[in-house]
């Protein structure tokens, strides 16, 4: 049974930093990738980062970049996501979600085959 777990959320004052972090198991995901989307109340869940776990291509939510910055370890199969200047904005539950096969790095919620239940980022101004 495949499993991710986020970890690393919690309460940051404006400009602070935090590191999120998803443990996989159940399998590898090699020859997949893994990406990070994120969900505001009453908003839509949106893309924020992706990595493709084979090649490391990376892309981000332009909203993010240069602002956080996506990792994996093979080893520890754990992705995580450095958050660097969180603004209010970057209030949300955090999700990683996992693509089983690809070349390619997905940004579409559609585009995922696995979730995990998501971890809560808050950012006071």
């Known amino acids: 049974q495949v499993q991710l777990v986020e970890s690393g959320g919690g309460l940051v004052q404006a400009g602070g930093s935090l590191r999120l972090s998803c443990a996989a198991s159940?399998?590898?995901?090699?020859?997949?990738?893994m990406d990070w989307f994120r969900q505001a109340p009453g908003l839509e869940r949106e893309f924020v980062a992706g990595?493709?776990?084979?090649?490391?291509?990376?892309i981000y939510a332009d909203s993010v970049k240069g602002r956080f910055t996506i990792s994996r370890d093979n080893a520890k199969n754990t992705l995580y996501l450095q958050m660097n200047s969180l603004q209010p904005e970057d209030t949300a539950v955090y999700y990683c979600?996992?693509?089983?096969?690809?070349?390619?790095?997905?940004?579409?919620?559609?585009?995922?085959?696995?979730w995990g239940k998501g971890t809560l980022v808050t950012v006071s101004s």
């Open positions: 979600a996992a693509v089983k096969y690809t070349l390619a790095v997905h940004t579409t919620v559609g585009g995922m085959d696995y």
């Open positions: 159940g399998r590898t995901f090699s020859s997949g990738a």
């Open positions: 990595i493709n776990w084979s090649n490391g291509r990376t």
